[in-house]
C-alpha cells in the first residue's frame, strides 16, 4: 500500500534560519508531488507541485524552493526565513485522476 | 479559469441531525471529478468522497453522500447522523484535466452533543 512519510510535525526556528521540510512516498512511482501552505482557519494555497524528477513548478512567487531529488521525494526550502512563512505546510501526492493523499503536516512558526 | 466556491464559512448542528454542505464550481470542461475532504482538528487531510462526473449515480460512503447536480454546476455534501467526530473543516476540490486540484475556501462544521 502506499505512504507518505512528512517530516518533522512540529518546527519553531528564527527569522533568517534555513528551513528544509521532507516529503517521501511509498508504494508507488513517479507521483506527481504537491506542497501547499495553510494559514489557521484557512483553505490551500498550491505552493508548488511536480511531475517528475527535477521538474519543479511554482505557483506562488515567495520566500520558499521546492526540489525533488529523487523519484518520491519532495522537499520545501528555504534559505532565509520570514515571519511570513509561518503556517502549516502539507505535502501530497497523486496519480491520474487519483485523490490526492496527503501528509500528516509540519506546523513551523517563525519567531 | 476554474473556480469552487463554498457559500457556509461556518455551519452548526446537533449530533444526530442531518446536515449539507454546499459546493458549487465553474468550469468548461465536461469531464472532471469533484472530491469533499475532510480536515479535523488535528489537521490531517481525509479524502471523504469521490465523484466523476461522467456518472450520473451520487456517490455514497456510509453515513456521507452527495447531490451531484451537473447541470447546476453543483456539489453538496450530506452527512447523516452526524456524530461528534465529524466535527471538522470541510473542503470541495474540482480536479481539472491536468489532474489539478481546485479548492474551495472551506466550511467549518461543529456538530454539538
Known amino acids: 500500500s502506499q505512504t507518505i512519510h512528512q517530516w518533522p510535525a512540529t518546527l519553531v526556528q528564527p527569522v533568517g534560519s534555513p528551513l528544509s521540510l521532507e516529503c517521501t512516498v511509498e508504494g508507488t512511482s513517479n507521483p506527481n508531488l504537491y506542497w501547499y501552505r495553510q494559514a489557521a482557519g484557512r483553505g490551500l494555497q498550491l505552493l508548488f507541485y511536480?511531475?517528475?524528477?527535477?521538474?519543479i513548478s511554482s505557483e506562488v512567487p515567495q520566500n520558499l524552493s521546492a526540489s525533488r531529488p529523487q523519484d518520491r521525494q519532495f522537499i520545501l526550502s528555504s534559505k532565509k526565513l520570514l515571519l511570513s512563512d509561518s503556517g502549516f505546510y502539507l505535502c501530497?501526492?497523486?496519480?491520474?485522476?487519483?485523490?490526492?493523499?496527503f501528509g500528516s503536516g509540519t506546523r513551523l512558526t517563525v519567531v | 479559469a476554474q473556480t469552487v466556491t463554498q457559500s457556509q464559512p461556518e455551519m452548526s448542528v446537533q449530533e444526530a441531525e442531518t446536515v449539507t454542505l454546499s459546493c458549487t464550481y465553474d468550469t468548461s470542461e465536461s469531464n472532471y471529478y469533484l472530491f469533499w475532504y475532510k480536515q479535523p482538528p488535528s489537521r490531517q487531510m481525509i479524502l471523504v468522497i469521490r465523484q466523476e462526473a461522467y456518472k450520473q449515480q451520487n456517490a455514497t460512503e456510509n453515513r456521507f453522500s452527495v447531490n451531484f447536480q451537473k447541470a447546476a454546476k453543483s456539489f453538496s455534501l450530506k452527512i447523516s447522523d452526524s456524530q461528534l467526530g465529524d466535527t471538522a473543516m470541510y473542503f470541495c476540490a474540482f480536479m481539472d484535466s491536468n489532474y489539478q486540484l481546485i479548492w474551495g475556501a472551506g466550511t467549518k462544521l461543529i456538530i454539538k452533543p
Open positions: 511536480s511531475v517528475g524528477i527535477g521538474q
Open positions: 501530497a501526492w497523486s496519480t491520474g485522476p487519483r485523490p490526492y493523499t
